[in-house]
């Protein structure tokens, strides 16, 4: 495995391969990686000749309130963790390189970022795309591979790379969940022992969604009640949103007429915690 940290070294590795057709898998994240992130690279690595794994934090993609400063990390301990998955590159880049110091060029899109999260963190998917996209154009991958659990950054990908003719083909992964239920999140670390108790209620109010659907309750209103009282009720949790809408669109709907996305963020303590669920009728 070679670390790598000058982009050009890394396009021109790219260039390279594919000039003798090896076929390259690419999971960008923002390291501190746990079980979900090791699941991306399994499918890369499935699914690729080779597997750039790119690790950095993103300062574009947060407000300045939100937890730049304190985001977790432990390179070292990522580095080992990709190995042991078979990762053959790792791309770690500095602010510096990424972003100089006359940057100024960002990607904006006009509707999927008015959504969901979106409305609460009004930059954030204007850095996710834009970095995505650098890195896209650095690591020039085959197919990319991102989690579903951040299903609305993964609905961004998908239309950025449709709307700019990018030749990469986005692989969207499941949800990779503890043994009790917690989706996996390298934000997970914050948690105190009763916050993270409280946390295991988002996804047990998602599952009970679904069991009220497949007992007739459709209302998208009614559904919500029930999830945001049953969350509600935990200590020191604070509901950002919760909603029911289409799952390519994220357009709310008034009832569960289709399969559709039920998505919601939560503050736990200090610590952001998302989760979503398809929501499936009775067929």
């Keep these: 495995m070679k670390v790598i940290q000058n982009p050009k070294e890394i396009q021109k590795l790219s260039e390279d391969l594919r000039k003798q057709n090896y076929h390259i898998g690419f999971v960008p994240t923002m390291g501190y990686l746990h079980k ?5 690279l399994n499918a890369a690595r499935k699914q690729s000749d080779y597997v750039v794994l790119s690790i950095f934090v993103n300062p574009t993609q947060f407000g300045p309130l939100e937890d730049l400063s304190i985001y977790p990390n432990d390179l070292p301990k990522d580095l080992a963790e ?28 006009n509707e999927l970022p008015n959504h969901l999260c979106g409305l609460h963190r009004p930059i954030h998917f204007q850095g996710v795309a834009t ?25 961004v990908i998908r239309q ?3 709307d700019l003719n990018f030749s990469i ?9 503890e043994d009790d239920g917690l989706a ?29 659907v497949f007992q007739g309750i459709i209302d998208s209103k009614t559904l ?17 949103y919760i909603h029911i809408c289409d799952k390519d ?5 008034p009832s569960v007429n289709k399969d559709c996305l039920m998505a919601l963020a939560v503050r736990v303590g200090q610590t952001r915690l998302i989760d979503n669920t398809i929501l499936f009728i009775k067929k």
């Design 249 to 253: 669109t994220l357009i709310d709907l």
């Design 82 to 109: 990709a190995e042991q998955a078979g990762v053959d590159f790792v791309f770690t880049p500095t602010e510096k390189v990424l972003y100089g110091s006359n940057y100024q060029t960002f990607i904006n899109l």
């Design 184 to 212: 996996m999140s390298s934000r997970n670390v914050f948690l105190s022992e009763l916050q993270r108790k409280s946390a295991l209620y988002l996804n047990k109010a998602l599952n009970e969604a679904q069991q009220h």
């Design 224 to 240: 919500i009640a029930n999830t945001h009282e049953m969350i509600a009720a935990q200590p020191e949790t604070k509901i950002e």
């Design 160 to 162: 950025m790379v449709k």
């Design 36 to 40: 979900g992130h090791i699941s991306l």
């Design 131 to 155: 970095i995505v996209a650098k890195l896209f154009n650095i690591v020039k991958p085959h197919k990319a591979f991102f989690g579903e659990k951040d299903y609305q950054q993964l609905a």
């Design 169 to 177: 083909e986005i692989i969207g992964c499941p949800i990779v969940r």
